[in-house]
């Protein structure tokens, strides 16, 4: 067993103790974690649009969007025996990495990316603990399910822990 | 909308044929602006998925300056101009005489960063001109923007609509360098051009290439 699960841009894992579980240069994109504390268990998407409604094609890779990613998160923690009312979340990312003199909406992904987190888990009930989203710095994150520890790196401003 | 799974050699081959062009005049219009001698590689051109699209400049969190632009017209896409951080800080260092330059310490550095985004700007222009000269369509770039920032985080803006129709990209690399005996000194920098998925339909057919290659 790898003790650092890695997540890739649009994919999903689980990991419980003693792994931890990383995805790295989020920028527009939201990094989502979920766990539940007392069984020390977790699960992280690494997602890149608010819904599946942007898909255009049949097959979807769920790990992409907010809606459908979030859902399969509490889906494999419930399948390992984790409570739905004990479950919390942490987000991160959500950047807008370039800043541009026209205001096109399709600039914005950022912000739209964590507001739909924010709304989906909200529909699950899964508080959420901590969020350190917008900005426009990239980040990489690391989520420790011993300690409920979510690590955040920035390129400009180091780590901070939260 | 054209299928990745259905690229063949012979689109691949244009494909390159396109960055070898492009690069080739933004190399010219750099080593006018330097006043050296710019070399420029075989382009790459690949079908990679997402997760591996940053290994050519070092990985997901390899510090980068880049100058992102949205190509507008009949063929829409994404253009990066990057290079490592601490050589976009050289390139910079040596256009304005100022070693002092280092785009990763918390400076705001308005000067270099601006002369980094005109550096980008005018590269990606002489990349897109000819571009556009070669295949007849009409490309338009938006003004250009500037980050410093890890490979990943910037470039994943630029897969969002791609990300929209697949988890693959078509990147057409091109990487342009310092003619010069050192090579740890040899500045380098990479052009990757991302087509949207519909705008390979437009580029293929422009070139007399069908669907089948």
Known sequence: MDKLVKVGMADLNTAKVPQTIRTSGLGSCIGVVVYD??????????????????????????AKYADTAVADLIGLLEADGALRSRLKAKIAGGA????????NEAMRIGPRNAEAVKDVLASFR????HEDTG??????????PATSVLNIRTVNKGVVEV | MFQYEHVTAGHLDMLKEIGNIGAGHAATALSEMLGKTIDMNVPSVRVVPFNQICDAVGGDEEPVTAVFLRIEGDAPGSMYFMMPAAEGSRLIGQLLNDSGIDFLSNEPNAMGRSALNEVGNILAGAYLSSLSDFTALNLKPTPPALAVDMAMAVLSFGLIEISKAGDYAIVID??????GSDNALRTKGHFFLLPDPDSLEAVFHSLGVNENG
């Open chain 1, 37 to 62: 504390e007392r069984l020390k268990l977790s699960a992280m998407a690494h997602i890149m649009l608010p819904d599946s409604t942007y898909a255009r094609s049949g097959v979807i890779n769920r």
């Open chain 1, 96 to 103: 807008q990495m370039f800043q541009f003199s026209s205001s």
């Open chain 1, 126 to 129: 899964v508080e959420l603990v």
């Open chain 1, 135 to 144: 900005g426009g710095s990239g980040r990489t994150i690391e989520f420790n």
């Open chain 2, 174 to 179: 091109t990487e342009i360098s310092e003619t």
